[in-house]
């Protein structure tokens, strides 16, 4: 049984990098001749591509929403953190508010696909040992999402929770990115067992 989890394992890994590879040239080609808008389209059919992948570790994902979100306003989402696969469903499922997401810089950089979205697609690249420089990104992309009528998403534990068990919330992110989108609406979510399918 252990033999076959890793084989499956494997094969998932390499279908997953595969994608990232797949998509960085295409999100090139879709900011270069179709701008924010073409760029983002490819995004999110990227991350529609790697919830589908998840099918091959036999897990599905399931977004439940019962709330009627206003529309063409500021949404911010705020989550707890499990895996590093919380962030394609709230992309994909949540894609016509255009969710940008706070991020550590170290992300920024060495990632197909992640990384260039990252750095072209809006995202906030905060230095957390640098609080200066964290409140200086969080002002500047709180005043973008204002700006272009997008969404934030932000983890305000910080860093993920391999338990299930949120830890902490800081709020000073938080605190940044209302102060400049006053009337933006701010959406809890939560996320549960992302953190088995690591």
């Known amino acids: 049984m252990k033999l076959l989890s890793y084989i499956i ?10 994608l990232l590879l797949i998509f ?8 270069k001749f179709f701008g924010q808008k073409g760029h983002q389209n490819v995004v ?11 099918l091959i570790l036999g897990v599905r994902v399931q977004v439940e929403n019962e709330q009627n979100l206003p529309e063409n306003t500021s949404l911010i989402f705020v989550s707890n953190h499990q895996s590093t696969f919380d962030i394609s469903p709230i992309i994909w499922h949540f894609r016509k508010y255009n969710p ?6 170290e992300l920024g950089k060495g990632i197909p696909s992640i990384s260039f979205n990252l750095r072209h697609g809006g995202a906030a690249l905060i230095d957390r040992k640098d609080a200066r420089q964290a409140l200086t990104e969080l002002a500047s992309f709180s005043k973008r999402i204002e700006k ?8 305000p534990e910080g860093t993920r929770s391999k338990t ?11 605190k940044m990115i209302t102060k400049y989108n006053p ?9 549960n067992n992302s953190m ?3």
């Open 44 to 54: 999110n059919i990227m991350n529609w591509f790697l919830i589908q992948s998840l």
């Open 100 to 105: 940008k997401f706070v991020s550590k810089k």
């Open 24 to 31: 960085h040239p295409i999100q090139w080609l879709g900011l």
């Open 148 to 155: 272009n009528n997008w969404s934030a998403a932000i983890f």
């Open 196 to 198: 088995e399918s690591i």
């Open 164 to 174: 299930g068990v949120p830890k902490s919330f800081s709020p000073n992110g938080l």
């Open 183 to 191: 009337e933006a609406y701010v959406v809890p979510l939560t996320i």
């Open 9 to 18: 394992s494997s094969i998932f890994a390499v279908v997953f990098f595969s």
